[in-house]
C-alpha cells in the first residue's frame, strides 16, 4: 500500500511563476527618453514636411522687416481703401503668382515654359492696340476716356492671343514631341518681336480709366489683382484637386509612357497646360499694362519667366516633374515680391541688387534640396 504522504496533493494550488533574476538572460527596460528628444525629433519631422521651409523663409523675411521698421505691418484706410506694405506685397505679387501657378502645371509634367514674359508683352500690346493711344481732352481742363474697342473685346482678344501662344508651345512640345525648353525658347525671341510690331516699336499709353481698374482699382478695400488671383488659384485647385486631372497631370510627370499606355491622353493634357500657362501669363499681362497705363513690348514682363520658375521651385514642386503644389508656387511668389521690397527698403544699391537677391535664392534653393531635407529625418529605433 502506497503511503498517501508521498503522493502529490491534486488540490494544491500551482505557484506562480517567479520573475527571472537580473542577468545576462534579462531584458533590460528601455532607457529614459534624453530631456528635449521629444522636441528634437518634432523640430525634425516638421522640418520634412514640404510646405515649411517656404512658410519660414516668408516669416523670416516679415520679421525683419517688422525689426528694420516698425510700422511694417501698419495699415491705413484712405476713402475706404487699404495701403500699407503688407498690402502692397500682395498686390505686386499677384501677377507672378498667377504666372507662377500657370507654370505650376508645366512643370508638373516634365516641362518648361521660359516664353511667359514675351507672352505679357503681347496680352499688354493687343489689349493697348485695341483701346488706342489717342489723348482727348475734355473742354480743356480733363482727360476723355477715349477706346477703339469695348473693354470686354479687349480683354478677350487679348487673352486670346495668349492662349493661342501657350497652345503654340503645347503643341511643338505635346504633338510634336519637341524639347520644352527648345519650343519655349522659340516663343521667347519671336514674342518681343511681335509685341513690338503690334505696338511699332513704341510705348503705347492708354487714356481709358476703366481699363485701369484691372491693375489699379479696389474691391472691398483690397486691390483687384489680389482678387484676380485669387480666382485664378480657386479655379485651379478646384480642377486639379476635387477632379482627376491633377492626378493625370502628376502620372504624365512621373512617366509619360506609362500613363500613356494606362489610357491617359498625355499629348492632350500636356496641351492643355501649356495653354493654361499662357492664360496665365495673358492675365498677368492685362493687370501689368493697367497697373502702369501703358505697353511695352521690349520691358513688359522682363525676365518674370525667372521669378516664375524660382517661385515655383521655392513652393516645392519638383522639375523633374510628378507632384506639384499650387499653395507652395503661391508662397513662392510672395518670397519673391517681399524679398524685392525688403531689398528695396533697406536701400541696396541698385548695381548690387541682383547679386544679394542670388545670393537668398541659392541659400532657400540648398535648404530645399532633397540632400539638406534628408538630414532632418528622424531615425526610429525598431520596437523593442
Known sequence: MVDPQVLPSATASPQPPTEPASGAGASAPPPPPAPGASALAFARRLA??????????????????????????????????LYGSLIDILNRASP??????????????????????????????????????ELVMSGG??????????????IAVALGSALVCGMW???????????????????????????????DGQIITIYYSPYYVLGNGFLLGLPVPL????????????????????????????????????????????????????????IAGLIE?????????????????????????????????GRFSLRGSILGALILQTLTHTIYSIGVPPQITLFVKGVVVLAVSILQSERIRSLFHVVRRPAQ
Not at 103 to 131: M, P, R
Open 48 to 81: 520634412t514636411r514640404d510646405m515649411f521651409w517656404p512658410v519660414a523663409i516668408l516669416a523670416l523675411l516679415l520679421l525683419y522687416n517688422l525689426i528694420t521698421n516698425p510700422h511694417f505691418f501698419a495699415v491705413s484706410v484712405r476713402d475706404g481703401h
Open 96 to 133: 507672378l503668382m498667377i504666372i507662377a501657378m500657370g507654370l505650376t502645371l508645366v512643370i508638373a509634367t516634365h516641362g518648361i515654359d521660359i516664353s511667359v514674359g514675351a507672352v505679357v508683352a503681347i496680352s499688354g500690346a493687343v489689349a493697348a492696340a485695341l483701346i488706342g493711344g
Open 141 to 154: 481742363t480733363g482727360m476723355e476716356d477715349v477706346t477703339s474697342s469695348p473693354l470686354p473685346v479687349v
Open 169 to 199: 508651345n503645347g503643341t511643338l512640345v505635346g504633338l510634336l514631341g519637341m524639347q520644352p525648353i527648345v519650343a519655349t525658347l522659340i516663343l521667347l525671341g519671336s514674342g518681343r518681336g511681335v509685341a513690338q510690331l503690334i505696338t
Open 227 to 282: 482678387f484676380i488671383a485669387a480666382a485664378v488659384a480657386a479655379v485651379l485647385m478646384l480642377l486639379t484637386r476635387k477632379t482627376a486631372l491633377g492626378l493625370f497631370i502628376e502620372a504624365i510627370g512621373i512617366n509619360p509612357v506609362a500613363s500613356r499606355l494606362a489610357g491617359i491622353r498625355a499629348r492632350g493634357i500636356t496641351l492643355a497646360c501649356y495653354a493654361v500657362c499662357g492664360l496665365c501669363a495673358g
Open 289 to 321: 499694362s493697367s497697373y502702369i497705363k501703358s505697353a511695352d513690348g521690349n520691358n513688359a514682363g522682363l525676365l518674370i519667366e525667372l521669378d516664375a520658375i524660382l517661385a515655383v521651385v521655392f513652393g516645392g514642386t519638383s522639375l523633374a516633374g
